[in-house]
T-cell receptor, first 116, second 112 residues
Framework: KAGVTQTPRYLIKTRGQQVTLSCSPI?????VSWYQQTPGQGLQFLFE???????NKGNFPGRFSGRQFSNSRSEMNVSTLELGDSALYLC???????????????FGAGTRLSVL | GQQLNQSPQSMFIQEGEDVSMNCTSS?????WLWYKQDPGEGPVLLIA?????ELTSNGRLTAQFGITRKDSFLNISASIPSDVGIYFC????????????FGEGTQLTVNP
């Protein structure tokens, strides 16, 4: 069974540009969550999608957005990039919402975004 | 954003030694998870705890869910070089869906 796949693995952008990151969850998983990881702030929750609907949102500005498709694949978009957006963006998938015993979240390897 | 207080920040130990790290929070969590992250990879789940007071083992790893639901610890016994990495605790609430709040991480170095 393939794991969580994130593309691209590395990305370099300049300030003011926008970027779209992709996450393909494990087959059969319908919940996808996104996290930002930086040395200063650690792992911060961005948002959670389930059944193509955003179910939960972290404390990030409106420049950060996402969506989920009918096949559960998810994308996140960051508009008007700032230097501080440089980070590892991680996606996690689980069968359903929540943190139950049979509902483990599996993380992808992440997309490393560098903003110059 | 809100984070759990994880300590220590880093540890340098000799192979064969035992390791202990812990997390505390001002908020109650219904789920505590421990992850390990290797360079260039995403976090990998080590142990999941779902009940206050629960003590769970996974090989050389043992973790406990604190009685107050505001803390958890992870012990690694007889460390080996491949234990090197960053260990994170994470807490989840009953009403927060799949959302996890992470600790700052413990960087573990094991000298052979």
């Amino acid at each position: 069974k393939a794991g969580v796949t994130q593309t691209p693995r590395y990305l370099i952008k300049t300030r003011g540009q926008q970027v779209t990151l992709s996450c393909s969850p494990i087959s059969g998983h319908r919940s996808v969550s996104w996290y930002q990881q930086t040395p200063g702030q650690g792992l911060q929750f961005l948002f959670e999608y389930f059944s193509e609907t955003q179910r939960n949102k972290g404390n990030f500005p409106g420049r950060f957005s996402g969506r989920q498709f009918s096949n559960s694949r998810s994308e996140m978009n960051v508009s008007t990039l700032e230097l501080g957006d440089s980070a590892l963006y991680l996606c996690a998938s689980s069968p359903i919402r929540g943190l139950g015993i049979k509902n483990i979240q599996y993380f992808g390897a992440g997309t490393r975004l560098s903003v110059l | 954003g809100q984070q759990l207080n994880q300590s220590p920040q880093s540890m340098f130990i000799q192979e064969g030694e035992d390791v202990s790290m812990n997390c505390t929070s001002s908020s109650i969590f219904n789920t505590w998870l421990w992850y390990k992250q290797d360079p260039g990879e995403g976090p990998v789940l080590l142990i999941a705890l779902y009940k206050a007071g629960e003590l769970t083992s996974n090989g050389r790893l043992t973790a406990q869910f604190g009685i107050t639901r505001k803390d958890s610890f992870l012990n690694i016994s007889a460390s080996i070089p491949s234990d090197v990495g960053i260990y994170f605790c994470a807490g989840g609430g009953e009403t927060s869906g799949s959302r996890l709040t992470f600790g700052e991480g413990t960087q573990l170095t094991v000298n052979p």
